[in-house]
Protein backbone atom coordinates (compact mmCIF):
# COMPACT_ATOMS: atom_id res chain seq x y z
CA UNK A 1 0.00 0.00 0.00
CA UNK A 2 1.12 3.82 -0.90
CA UNK A 3 1.61 6.21 2.57
CA UNK A 4 1.53 10.28 2.43
CA UNK A 5 3.02 11.47 5.40
CA UNK A 6 2.87 15.37 5.78
CA UNK A 7 5.51 17.44 8.36
CA UNK A 8 6.64 20.51 9.15
CA UNK A 9 3.30 22.76 10.09
CA UNK A 10 2.76 24.49 13.35
CA UNK A 11 2.38 28.46 14.48
CA UNK A 12 4.09 31.41 12.99
CA UNK A 13 3.72 34.80 12.99
CA UNK A 14 3.19 36.50 10.09
CA UNK A 15 5.96 37.40 7.75
CA UNK A 16 7.67 34.38 8.96
CA UNK A 17 8.75 30.81 7.20
CA UNK A 18 7.49 27.41 7.70
CA UNK A 19 8.62 24.41 5.21
CA UNK A 20 6.09 21.73 4.78
CA UNK A 21 7.33 17.76 3.18
CA UNK A 22 5.40 15.16 1.87
CA UNK A 23 7.08 11.75 1.93
CA UNK A 24 5.51 8.93 0.09
CA UNK A 25 6.11 5.08 1.07
CA UNK A 26 4.96 1.46 -0.09
CA UNK A 27 4.37 -0.10 -3.46
CA UNK A 28 5.83 2.58 -5.08
CA UNK A 29 6.84 2.45 -9.16
CA UNK A 30 6.66 5.91 -10.23
CA UNK A 31 4.85 9.35 -9.10
CA UNK A 32 3.50 11.86 -11.81
CA UNK A 33 2.07 15.06 -10.74
CA UNK A 34 2.80 15.70 -6.77
CA UNK A 35 0.23 18.43 -5.49
CA UNK A 36 -0.27 21.02 -2.33
CA UNK A 37 -3.38 21.78 -1.76
CA UNK A 38 -5.00 23.32 1.32
CA UNK A 39 -8.56 24.07 3.29
CA UNK A 40 -9.39 27.04 5.41
CA UNK A 41 -12.49 26.74 8.36
CA UNK A 42 -15.25 27.03 5.70
CA UNK A 43 -13.87 26.96 2.92
CA UNK A 44 -13.26 24.55 -0.26
CA UNK A 45 -10.06 22.74 -0.45
CA UNK A 46 -7.83 25.03 -3.45
CA UNK A 47 -4.89 23.49 -5.21
CA UNK A 48 -1.69 25.74 -3.81
CA UNK A 49 0.62 24.31 -6.45
CA UNK A 50 1.72 21.60 -8.58
CA UNK A 51 5.06 19.85 -9.79
CA UNK A 52 4.99 17.79 -12.46
CA UNK A 53 7.61 14.25 -12.98
CA UNK A 54 9.31 16.85 -15.20
CA UNK A 55 9.92 19.61 -12.34
CA UNK A 56 7.04 21.90 -14.31
CA UNK A 57 5.78 23.99 -11.59
CA UNK A 58 2.06 25.86 -11.17
CA UNK A 59 1.57 28.13 -8.61
CA UNK A 60 -2.23 29.80 -7.13
CA UNK A 61 -1.82 33.52 -7.31
CA UNK A 62 -1.81 34.29 -4.09
CA UNK A 63 1.40 32.33 -3.81
CA UNK A 64 3.46 33.44 -6.43
CA UNK A 65 6.45 34.64 -5.23
CA UNK A 66 6.05 33.41 -1.73
CA UNK A 67 5.95 30.02 -1.39
CA UNK A 68 8.44 27.05 -3.87
CA UNK A 69 7.20 23.49 -4.79
CA UNK A 70 10.42 20.54 -5.15
CA UNK A 71 10.87 17.48 -5.32
CA UNK A 72 13.15 15.11 -4.57
CA UNK A 73 12.25 11.69 -6.46
CA UNK A 74 14.78 9.36 -5.59
CA UNK A 75 13.21 10.20 -1.88
CA UNK A 76 9.82 9.93 -3.39
CA UNK A 77 9.42 13.36 -1.23
CA UNK A 78 8.09 16.60 -2.26
CA UNK A 79 8.20 20.12 -0.21
CA UNK A 80 6.60 23.31 -0.05
CA UNK A 81 9.00 26.52 1.09
CA UNK A 82 6.71 28.66 2.24
CA UNK A 83 7.95 32.61 3.39
CA UNK A 84 6.40 35.69 3.57
CA UNK A 85 3.41 33.96 4.70
CA UNK A 86 -0.10 35.89 6.12
CA UNK A 87 -2.61 34.83 8.54
CA UNK A 88 -4.76 33.97 5.12
CA UNK A 89 -2.57 31.28 4.55
CA UNK A 90 -3.82 29.64 8.06
CA UNK A 91 -5.18 26.21 6.81
CA UNK A 92 -4.66 22.67 7.29
CA UNK A 93 -2.45 21.48 4.24
CA UNK A 94 -2.49 18.66 2.33
CA UNK A 95 -0.34 16.79 -0.49
CA UNK A 96 -1.18 14.74 -2.72
CA UNK A 97 0.38 12.28 -5.70
CA UNK A 98 -0.70 10.61 -9.00
CA UNK A 99 1.53 7.34 -8.96
CA UNK A 100 1.61 3.79 -10.45
CA UNK A 101 2.04 1.18 -7.95
CA UNK A 102 2.96 -0.92 -11.03
CA UNK A 103 3.96 -0.41 -14.46
CA UNK A 104 1.04 -1.34 -15.59
CA UNK A 105 -1.04 0.06 -13.01
CA UNK A 106 -3.27 3.14 -14.20
CA UNK A 107 -2.44 6.36 -12.35
CA UNK A 108 -3.81 6.70 -8.92
CA UNK A 109 -4.05 9.23 -6.52
CA UNK A 110 -3.47 9.00 -2.60
CA UNK A 111 -4.05 11.66 -0.37
CA UNK A 112 -1.79 12.87 3.04
CA UNK A 113 -3.80 13.35 6.62
CA UNK A 114 -2.91 16.86 6.14
CA UNK A 115 -0.58 19.48 8.14
CA UNK A 116 -1.67 22.32 10.40
CA UNK A 117 -0.52 25.76 9.37
CA UNK A 118 -1.84 28.90 11.90
CA UNK A 119 -0.19 32.27 10.73
CA UNK A 120 -0.78 34.51 13.73
CA UNK A 121 0.93 37.03 16.37
Known amino acids: QVQLVESGGGLVQPGGSLRLSCAASGSIFSIDVMDWFRQAPGKERELVAR???????NYLDSVKGRFTISRDNAKNTMYLQMNSLKPEDTAVYYC???????????????WGQGTQVTVSS
Open 96 to 110: SCALLTTQWSGLKVY
Open 51 to 57: ITSGGTT
